[in-house]
């Protein structure tokens, strides 16, 4: 079993955003178990939170940008990358303002920030999805496109392909994560003059200089853009080096493009918010496919969490029998509608109902075709769940459950006389005020055939 990660300690970095151009000061703090990356507006009324979700993505023109009910976290990708080559997996990422600092333009400084106050063990299992087959996006008007196929470890390979002399054909393999601090990390991002003039024209470019992006020359410089690059950049001269980029910075690697295109894709699928063991090829990758391809991935994988079967050992001596369960619920025959308990903690619960012929409802539902009642399935369920919100008093018998709220009730599959189901109910928030409010499954024959959240509340028999 792999634990969660976060960081030990508190530590901020300064500078300036690529886009915006303003001065940021952003902090990384250590997060409970189960956080993932988290943003914090510090500098906005009520410090709003926009989880790393690829579900907030509202723009990838110039970087991957993030808003949710009005909150902006702008070029969220190098950060996001370093976390997750750094083997980090709770963090909350504090920011005074939308951008965190382009730095050098790579994830090298967050990486140097993070092995410096160390990443420690959390007391939780971290969740992984594992590949088990093809899973592809494609971009039908650039012809990018992302697959993900099955291997034992987390891999990604990135193709990059321009069709400018200047940059050519390119790729980039990262098979082990643990290499991505000294193999990808600082691979600073890169833009083509045609795209740079443009940038600079909107005014879209306040943050950069020739030490933080490089800059392949795709085109004949004119003399008005000459004067034009000097002023942004603040340089006396400029000129082109013979392997086609500005001058003042040297490429770390040949293929330097292709290992930072693979460096987004690391950050923009971090917005998945689970853990993959899979081979990514990502051929022609950009912000915008990288991050269908995580919404895709994403959706995906809730589907299959919310619809897994949990597997329990049926035959092992309950918790609770139905001797134990009537001692606690006030509900006798033909309305006890729960046998066995299975499992309990302080925030879940798992119990069981074989369900035969005998049971009076099969006499009018529905004579010849005996179906359980999807209401019996929810307030079987409930039940279960009420075992857990009584077990919370010491004396559960001068109780009783009442019903405050049903929502997002699904029936998926029939309940039939022979099938025995299983319930499990998980609290969605503490129980405060004798009130609870959890999420309830029931399975039967290895599928789910009933979900609810459902809420409700305890009260002094009097």
């Known amino acids: 079993m792999v634990k969660q990660t976060t960081i030990k300690s508190d530590i901020s970095l300064k500078g300036v955003g690529l886009h915006t151009g303003k001065e940021v000061t952003m902090t990384f703090k250590p997060a409970p178990v189960n956080n993932g990356y988290s943003f914090v507006r510090v500098d906005l009324e009520g410090q709003p939170v926009v989880e790393a979700d690829a579900n907030y993505v509202v723009n990838t023109q110039r970087g991957t940008n993030l808003e949710k009910k ?3 976290i702008q070029t969220s990708e190098h950060v996001l990358a370093a ?62 496109e992302i697959i993900v196929m099955p291997s034992d470890d987390y891999q990604v390979t990135a193709m990059v392909d321009f069709g400018t002399k200047v940059l050519g054909t390119q790729n980039a393999t990262l098979k082990n994560m643990a290499d991505f601090k000294t193999e990808i990390a600082d691979s600073r991002t890169f833009s083509f003059l045609h795209e740079l003039e443009a940038l600079l024209q909107n005014g879209l470019i306040k943050g950069g200089d020739l030490n933080n992006a490089i800059v ?52 923009d699928l971090a917005l998945i918010g689970t853990r993959i063991r899979g081979k990514v090829i990502a051929n022609k990758p950009g912000h915008f496919v990288n ?18 079967v949990p597997v329990y050992d049926l035959h092992k001596e309950p918790l609770m029998d139905t001797v134990k369960i009537m001692s606690i619920l006030p509900h ?9 308990i299975l499992e309990m903690s302080d925030s879940h619960v798992v119990g069981l109902k074989n369900v035969t012929m005998n049971e009076s409802f099969f006499v009018g539902h529905f004579p010849g075709a005996p179906v359980m009642p999807g209401v019996l399935i929810v307030e079987a369920m409930a039940q279960t769940g009420g075992i857990l919100i009584l077990s919370s008093v ?69």
């Open 291 to 308: 991050t269908q391809f995580a919404k895709k991935m994403s959706k995906i994988i809730k589907t299959e969490q919310r619809n897994q």
């Open 216 to 267: 392949y020359v795709d085109k004949e410089i004119s003399p008005e853009t000459m004067e034009s690059l000097k002023v942004a950049f603040g340089k006396d001269s400029i000129t082109i080096k013979p392997n086609g980029i500005l001058d003042n910075l040297t490429l770390h690697y040949p293929n330097e493009a292709a290992r930072h295109k693979l460096l987004d894709v690391v950050g």
């Open 70 to 72: 009005g909150v902006k």
């Open 394 to 462: 010491p004396d559960p018998e001068n109780y009783l459950t009442y019903f405050m709220k049903i929502d997002n009730v699904k029936f998926k599959h029939k309940v039939l006389p022979g099938d025995t189901l299983v319930f499990k109910c998980d609290l969605i928030s503490p129980i405060r005020r004798g009130i609870c409010h959890m999420q309830a499954n029931a399975y039967a024959n290895g599928k789910l055939v009933a979900e609810a959240e459902l809420m409700a509340q305890i009260a002094k028999n009097s």
């Open 83 to 144: 976390f997750v080559g750094c083997d980090v997996d709770n963090v909350i990422i504090e920011l005074d303002a939308s951008e965190p600092p382009i730095m050098d333009g790579s994830s090298k400084f967050f990486v140097e920030a993070i092995e410096k106050v160390g990443v420690e063990e959390q007391d939780a299992e971290r969740v992984v999805y594992v590949v088990k087959e093809v899973i592809s996006y494609t971009d039908e008007a650039t012809g990018s």
């Open 332 to 340: 006798r025959s033909p309305f006890l509608l729960v046998d066995k």
